[in-house]
């Protein structure tokens, strides 16, 4: 092994089995280098000493056994790093194995590994990673990891999942992946399109369609993301969460505990891949299931300006009154919107008035406040026959009566209709079904 590496020549230990332990370190020498190596199949039935070395070329693990465990700590993949099975050689298995700040800088394939005990805290990985259909048997721990390209964990065995402030710079798919218990993405990031959903089977029972317990929160979603097809069977936390895109939960199933709140939605026009506004009916209706009001008024006001937005609202009465909604009630969820902007209303039609009765030189504020507030509690009075005015206005009444009434008008209907969605708001804030 030291011949091959002082001439630079991948070391070829296809085949071996180690009876103990064996430290590379000590073999890589003081400057910790080592050209590629192969350990396919190769059998290592003590510990194996990895930390620190530098690969300078391909390496090969294929079906290996780490009977007691191994320690790949702060070393560095240069070129391809492999240990999924290939022809003619099982699964690698690892025993208790760390790749704690480990750097993969080219390729890394996991494919079919079983891992009984392993860590990949703050490990660093390169342009494509995949862990597709590997069995994790304790929980696994991503925490702090960083794939800078993609990455694929289709129809990995998680029983307990930790990716918690993991950043994904490409495409990840968890795609079929199985979650036998808690799921943990609390302050990941990921930059591209995130794949969590499931293929469509006939039975309910199978768990590559289940989430039994996730937690996003304060997760980052710069892509398209897709949980189609899952059950959320338990608590499901996206509470302070931010998603670029609409998110698609088409064919889930929500469980009651699903927390969305201070959630950020920022996607109201949709792209060609996703319909803002369909992804965002899902979730309404999924709010609606469980009496979510709160919710499910958030998704509604989403939709209708996905729908106002992306030009499927069609004519120009639908978008105005669709924008209108929208600015003084946030589509019925704010009843202090509609509130405000009824003080707003009432400030400038007193002001309005206060400035037409000084021109005439009459008693300025009291008038004005009068006749302001009559507007409101006597919505279009003026128009009957039996109206008086103040008898401070009298004059100026009858010389300008008809400009009088239609300003008077105006400010009584948008009153009343601010008024009305107060109330509106109010109900359904706090209505109870």
Aim: aromatic residues 16%; hydrophobic residues 45%.
């Amino acid at each position: 092994m030291a011949a091959a590496r002082d001439a630079d020549k991948p070391i070829d230990l296809t085949g071996v089995v180690f009876p103990g332990d064996i430290d590379f370190a000590e073999i890589a020498g003081e400057d910790k280098v080592l050209p590629g190596i192969s350990l396919a199949g190769a059998i290592i039935l003590g510990k194996a000493d990895f930390r620190g070395i530098t690969f300078t070329a391909r390496c090969q693990f294929n079906g290996i056994k780490f009977i007691e465990g191994a320690t790949f700590d702060k070393a560095t993949f240069e070129a391809l790093a492999s240990f999924e099975p290939v022809s003619g050689l099982s699964y690698a298995e690892f025993g208790h194995c760390s790749f704690v700040n480990t750097r993969f800088r080219h390729k890394a394939y996991f494919d079919f590994c079983l891992f009984h005990d392993c860590t990949f805290r703050e490990a660093v990985f390169g342009q494509v990673t995949s862990f597709n259909n590997a069995t994790f048997h304790v929980p696994s721990d991503f925490t702090k990891a960083w794939f800078e390209g993609m990455a694929s964990f289709e129809n990995t065995k998680f029983p307990e999942a930790i990716f918690q402030e993991v950043t994904v710079g490409g495409d990840v798919s968890f795609r079929d992946a199985y979650f036998e218990r808690e799921a943990y993405f609390k302050r990941a990031a990921f930059h591209s399109d995130a794949d969590f959903s499931a293929e469509i089977t006939s039975d309910k029972s199978d768990k590559r369609q289940t989430f039994p317990s996730v937690s996003f929160q304060n997760a980052t979603f710069l892509g398209h993301t897709t949980f189609a097809n899952r059950h959320f069977l338990g608590p499901t936390d996206f509470s302070r969460a931010k998603f670029k895109v609409a998110p698609v939960f088409h064919g889930c199933s929500l469980h009651q505990d699903t927390d969305f709140r201070k959630t950020q939605f920022r996607d109201d026009r949709g792209t060609a891949e996703v319909d803002a506004a369909r992804a965002y009916r899902t979730l309404r209706q999924a709010m609606e299931f469980h009496r979510a009001r709160r919710e499910q008024g958030m998704f509604y006001a989403l939709e209708q300006r996905a729908l106002r937005k992306s030009g499927q609202l069609k004519g120009v009465a639908p978008k105005l009154f669709s924008l209108l909604y929208d600015w003084t009630a946030d589509y019925g969820r704010s009843f202090g919107l509609p509130f405000a902007w009824l003080a707003l209303v009432t400030f400038f039609s007193f002001a309005l008035y206060f400035e037409l009765f000084h021109a005439e030189g009459l008693p300025r504020s009291g008038a004005a406040l009068s006749f302001t507030i009559e507007q409101i509690v006597r919505p279009f009075f003026v128009w009957t026959s039996s109206y008086k005015p103040p008898s401070d206005i009298m004059d100026v009444w009858e010389a300008s009566k008809w400009p009088f009434r239609l300003v008077a008008t105006a400010q009584s209907l948008i009153s009343f209709g601010l008024l009305t969605l107060f109330i509106l708001a109010l109900r359904r804030t706090f209505k109870m079904d």
